[in-house]
């Protein structure tokens, strides 16, 4: 196995091929991959203080030492160390389990295998063997094993294809060329390998993907390196059959590693809260322990001196009668005031029983395999059930305030289909039949069959009328198809006798795709031709070849490409790009058509498609000739060529003829619109992290309703400098305060509504079942959205603008920011919490996503098709983001509020239970004596009354999960910790001080006046602690079954189950079997009126109050599951039921504002690709190359 090297700082890096000994000189990481937390050394001792970080273990920990000691203790040390080695012991194996997990993954990884060159030969290699100056030989669809630099490919001019999803999500091929002075070594040229000396001097190891500086010294030359030389870790190599690389950074020094996270130790809100809380029982525990340890000081100094002959004490106590008496009466007094102290703070240890984390530990694994058995959350397709990996986190699943989320592949599927167009004025996609009719789309529909065309496709089309316009030769259907079957930079190849394209977006192979499905099919380019397969109105197929002049190459300023062809002497313009980039450069001869195909246009858009709009021109030859001569000089300009080819592209892409406009469906996961709409509502901010193009990512929002026509504005940040990048920030700010306060001022009630909601308050309306529900009132503030773009998020997280950035931010519901790198992602979410008092989950499917997971409270991966990092380092797993909204509103609003009543009741029956004996001190002296017996503390938490409560944290719901799907307002109770806080504790603290008091007085009450038949007094020690304990069992089992909301089976069987074994165990233990010292005692007090009455009266009396009090706030107070829970028992009376609708508090219906959303448009590849077609550099070798030796065109002198 590989180990892991330090690195040493650096500052540049320098590194020699096929030269060991000059590498080891500096101690570079070797390609060993460690994401776990613990070794087989350092688990014992980090992990123990991981577990004491928790207070209670320390508190335990400290009492255990004074129990050790006899003159204080009261109790055996027995009764602390098992459980608390237990508790101890339980965490460390699920720990080590979990962590075992990470150390599988980290072998798998580890001990894939590369070919490098070792000892004059290629040998088979574990990638943790890899060192940094090894040569590496890859080939097609394997995994780049570490930072290389490219030296040579099996392809034209030595470049190569790869897929750079596990980096940044995107699955669009991207182009990486090795340099000239290395490009000449061949496939099996080993022997020249072997002999390659070059020196590469370049960046330290750090996190940018995007950039690499550095220099290659060979044969006594320096040459530049750029990125386009460097395949990535985490890399897929395509469409290239082999490449050699060396390597530059390795392991944890590579830049995917560099920007994934280190693994965390997690934990809940709820165990920060119960820190503090522990904290303060501690400090109450230590006041009342003062409190009893002074009293018995003054009792000791009045009375308990006279009373040595009966209850001497201690040998070693001053003035004790055992003794010399020596030493004054206040001496003794304070010796034993002070051991007092200590056997009471034994004595009250149980208000925090370690019990607590054991009970906690076991709901969160019940909590976890709930979510593990979840039916619904299982995607049959890919047969991958829901899965918690930890368990430790299940509750804050119900706290969720701002999701991050990554889009291609997590949103997405990352499958782009053809779905509508607009040609001529007409639109084109929905299900109709030969004659235009409209037909309803259902499973019986039938798709049309394009199996008569051998190059077809899977493409899905239900509009028979747009094949008969072009079985029929319509000439704008002719038109259209083929613009979009020579308008583009795909390149072509043959597999096994299929077509197939690689194309550098998803989209533009979507539509190349769709008009060869048409009957246009791309079949081959070269530098300076591109031929296509047209059907004709007689249905053959004829070849045309059309030879490209020129490419006008897409940019994101531009927002278009354009080609010019040429056939049989006819010189085109083809244009295809967003629409309100070619609608400003169209004739005036196309207006009524650009009227008609606007609306189209916004119908797509509507629906979330990504548009394009496609225009041609006709080119007279002398007008050519001269725009040709004015774009060869810019081509050739040494000063501001990039703007004058803009300048240039912009004379001859005017006056064009719109001919329609494509609408691409990039197709989102099922059901992604209603899970984003349904936690929008539960109050949960929705921030999107891409590494995709802006306008690809607003397109997305709009069509999984994240961003939506209702929202009152959406901000867009572009600056490139931080001073625009501040301004930009401010206005938006301003503007929403602006925008806010007019909303105010309109409705005078939106701050009362919102306050209404947060705290899970919501007004019905009934109506009869079947009829439609309208609402009534003014509906709710739309919100804003807010589009960050990568350059702007740079200067955004800086340290004088991350504030201004985080305030922007979090007054809009929903945040998408682009182009972002891996860390930035991780930076962003840790922004928020770090400055938030929120609960924050990531959410992705690839590495790119790795880090941010990592930094967010809870990180959940999804098993997509960008491999299994983004899952093994999350904390749950599912195959379908739709799943987020069940695990979210349902699994943790349930595993929320079932915490929060098991901790409030836990507490509150221990305080009853501990605080009895500090009522029973004052009548015994302050001697700490407990009122119950030994038997009855040591299994009243395990035995008596865990059960009910474990039942109800494991079973118990206020709703069930589809009222908590239907009404999503039910989780904002979560996001304000309603359920469990210092409050709630306090109110806890308080029942359980009045129940303690009600349950001693009464039983003390009771018997202090009682006469057995033969005329003893009834009260005895015995009799109180039988009387006493009676009680307590029967009010806090009772309690647990007043906050029982769903019975099962379950919870009455361990619930009336207590209350028997409470008995049953006490028979056994009081019999005349074991000799007990409470022998007979249940005998003695079964046979008696006063103990039963008693029990009942007290019972009766205590929960009485908890009704009244209960009972009031529902009629008082209600909230929102409140009433489901009673309009469902309502519903389920009634024949015929009542549905119910949420009905808003306020009675103004507001006007929205309507906005364009065509904001985004379907081209998402990068700038730069038609130089390569056209210089010929990008033209694969085999069939498709047509022609060799062609004479230049303006585009090739261009490149």
């Known amino acids: 196995m590989g180990k892991r090297k330090v690195s040493v700082l650096e500052t540049e890096r320098k590194v020699y091929s096929n030269d060991p000994p000059s590498n080891q000189v500096f101690n570079y990481a070797n390609n060993y991959i460690c994401t776990s937390k613990y070794t087989i050394l350092s688990f014992l001792p980090l992990n123990l203080f991981e577990q004491f970080q928790r207070i209670a273990n320390t508190y335990f920990l400290i009492l255990l030492i004074l129990q050790v000691i006899p003159w204080i203790s009261s109790l055996t040390w027995v009764t602390t160390v098992v459980p608390l080695v237990l508790v101890l012991a339980l965490t460390a194996l699920k720990d080590a389990y979990d962590d075992y997990q990470r150390h599988q993954s980290d072998n798998e990884v580890n001990n894939k295998e590369s070919m490098v060159l070792r000892d004059g030969e290629f040998q088979s290699e574990r990638w943790q063997n890899v060192i940094v100056g090894d040569i590496i030989r890859m080939k097609d669809d394997e995994f780049v094993a570490a930072d290389l630099l490219l030296l040579a490919t099996s392809e034209p001019n030595s470049l190569c294809y790869i897929e750079t999803a596990e980096l940044d999500g995107e699955t669009n091929l991207k182009v990486r060329q090795a340099l000239t002075e290395t490009a000449v070594i061949g496939e099996d040229d080993v022997p ?254 039938p798709k049309h069959d394009f199996s008569k065309n051998k190059w077809c496709d899977k493409l899905v089309w239900y509009d028979k009328m747009l094949v008969r316009c072009i079985e029929e030769g319509d000439d704008s259907c002719m038109q259209f198809f083929k613009l979009l079957s020579l308008c583009h930079t795909v390149m072509a190849e043959t597999k096994n006798g299929k077509l197939v394209y690689q194309a550098q977006s998803p989209d533009e192979e979507a539509l190349v795709g769709a008009a060869r499905n048409f009957g246009f099919v791309f079949k081959s380019r070269s530098p300076s031709t591109v031929t296509i397969d047209v059907v004709d109105k007689d249905g053959e197929i004829k070849e045309e070849v059309y030879k490209l002049l020129c490419i006008l190459d897409f940019n994101n300023v531009r927002k278009r490409m354009s080609v010019i062809v040429e056939k049989d002497g006819k010189i085109q313009l083809l244009c295809k790009g967003a629409d309100t980039t070619v609608n400003a450069r169209l004739s005036k001869d196309s207006a009524d058509l650009l009227t008609k195909t606007s609306v189209h246009l916004n119908e797509y858009a509507n629906e979330g498609l990504r548009t394009l709009a496609l225009a041609h021109k006709e080119l007279n030859r002398q007008v050519y000739e001269e725009w040709k001569e004015k774009h060869y000089q810019a081509s050739i300009s040494l000063t501001d060529r990039e703007q004058k080819l803009h300048d240039v592209y912009e004379l001859i892409e005017v006056e064009m003829t719109l001919i329609g406009a494509t609408a691409i469906e990039d197709k989102l996961q099922d059901g992604v619109p209603d899970a984003i709409a349904n936690l929008a509502n539960a109050g949960i901010k929705i921030w999107v992290l891409t590494g995709d193009k802006q306008e690809t990512a607003i397109n997305i929002g709009y069509s999984s309703k994240l961003l939506t026509s209702e929202m009152e504005e959406v901000f867009v940040i572009s600056g490139e400098t931080h001073e625009d990048v501040k301004q930009q920030l401010t206005d938006a700010r301003d503007q929403m305060k602006e925008l806010t306060k007019q909303f105010s001022m309109h409705t005078d009630g939106a701050a009362m509504e919102d306050t209404d909601m947060r705290s899970g308050l919501v007004s019905f309306q009934e109506h009869n079942a079947g009829e439609e529900s309208h609402p009534t009132g003014e509906e709710s503030f739309g919100g804003f959205g807010i589009v960050i773009n990568g350059h702007s998020l740079v200067e955004g997280l800086s340290e004088s603008l991350e504030m201004l950035l985080l305030e922007v931010g979090c007054m809009c519901k929903a945040v998408i920011c682009c182009r972002v790198t891996p860390l930035q992602k991780a930076q962003v979410v840790d922004l928020v919490k770090n400055h938030k008092s929120s609960i924050t989950l990531a959410i992705g499917d690839g590495a790119n996503d790795v880090s941010m997971i990592k930094t967010a409270h809870i990180g959940v991966g999804i098993s997509g098709q960008e491999g299994m990092q983004a899952v093994l380092s999350s904390d749950f797993s599912f195959a379908q983001f739709r799943f987020l909204e069940r695990l979210l509103l349902v699994h943790g609003r349930w595993s929320y509020l079932r915490m929060c009543k098991f901790l409030g009741y836990f507490f509150y029956k221990n305080f009853s239970f501990t605080l009895t004996h500090f009522w029973f001190a004052w009548f015994i002296g302050f001697s700490a004596q407990t009122v119950f017996d030994a038997a009855f503390i040591a299994i009243y938490n395990v035995v008596y009354t865990s059960a009910p409560i474990v039942m109800l944290g494991v079973f118990d719901q206020d709703v069930n999960d589809e009222y908590s799907l239907e009404f999503p307002k039910l989780y904002t109770p979560g996001l304000t910790a309603m359920f469990f806080n210092k409050k709630i504790f306090a109110l806890s603290l308080l029942e359980g001080i009045l129940t303690s008091c009600g349950i001693f007085f009464f039983s003390y009450g009771c018997l202090i006046d009682g006469i057995e038949h033969d005329g003893k007094d009834m009260v005895s020690l015995e009799t109180l602690s039988f009387m006493s304990s009676s009680i307590l069992i029967a009010v806090v089992t009772l309690r647990c079954a007043l906050d029982t909301n769903y019975w099962t089976p379950f919870s009455h069987v361990f619930i009336w189950g207590s209350l028997a074994i409470f008995y049953i165990v006490h028979g056994i233990l009081y019999s005349d079997v074991f000799g007990y010292e409470y022998v007979g005692s249940l005998r003695h007090m079964g046979g008696t009126a006063v103990y039963w009455l008693g029990l009942l009266l007290c019972v009766v009396g205590i929960l009485v109050i908890v009704v009244s009090i209960k009972l009031a706030r529902l009629l008082l107070n209600s909230n929102l599951s409140d009433k489901l829970r009673h309009k469902a028992s309502i519903q389920r009376a009634k024949a015929g039921g009542k549905a119910l609708t949420l009905r808003p508090k306020t009675s103004i219906r507001r006007e929205f504002r309507t906005q364009s959303i065509r904001s985004g448009y379907a081209f998402a590849h990068e700038e730069g690709f038609g130089e390569l077609i056209t210089s010929g550099r990008y033209i694969r070798r085999g069939d498709n190359a047509q022609v060799t030796n062609q004479e230049p065109n303006a585009a090739a002198v261009n490149a």
């Open 192 to 445: 020249q390998l072997s002999r390659l000396q070059c020196e590469v001097i370049c960046e330290a190891p750090n996190n940018v993907l995007s950039k690499f500086e550095g220099t290659l010294k060979l044969n006594n030359d320096t040459l530049p390196l750029s990125n386009d030389q460097i395949l990535l870790r985490g890399c897929v190599l395509r469409n290239t059959k082999w490449c050699y690389g060396l390597v530059i950074f390795a392991g944890q020094d590579t830049k995917l590693m560099k920007n994934s996270g280190q693994a965390k130790f997690k934990r809940t809100q709820t165990d920060r809260l119960l820190n503090t809380l522990i904290i303060g029982i501690v400090v109450f525990l230590l006041l009342i322990t003062l409190a009893c340890a002074i009293a018995c000081g003054v009792w000791e100094t009045l009375t308990g001196d006279d009373f040595q002959v009966y209850l001497p004490w201690e040998s070693f106590v001053p003035h004790t009668i055992l003794g010399t008496k020596a030493g004054s009466k206040a001496a003794g007094s304070t010796v034993i005031s002070l051991l007092t102290f200590f056997s009471y703070l034994i004595l009250f240890n149980t208000l925090v029983p370690i019990s607590l984390y054991v009970s906690v530990e076991f709901l969160r694994q019940i909590q976890s395999l709930w979510i593990n058995w979840d039916a619904k959350m299982y995607y049959e397709p890919k047969d991958t059930a829901a899965k918690a990996r930890t368990t430790a986190l299940n509750e804050e699943l119900g706290q969720i305030e701002y999701i991050f989320s990554d889009k291609t592949g997590t949103l997405t599927q990352n499958i782009m289909t053809f779905n509508k167009c607009s040609i001529g004025g007409r639109s084109f996609g929905d299900p109709a039949d030969w004659e235009g009719n409209p037909i309803q789309l259902d499973d019986n529909t």
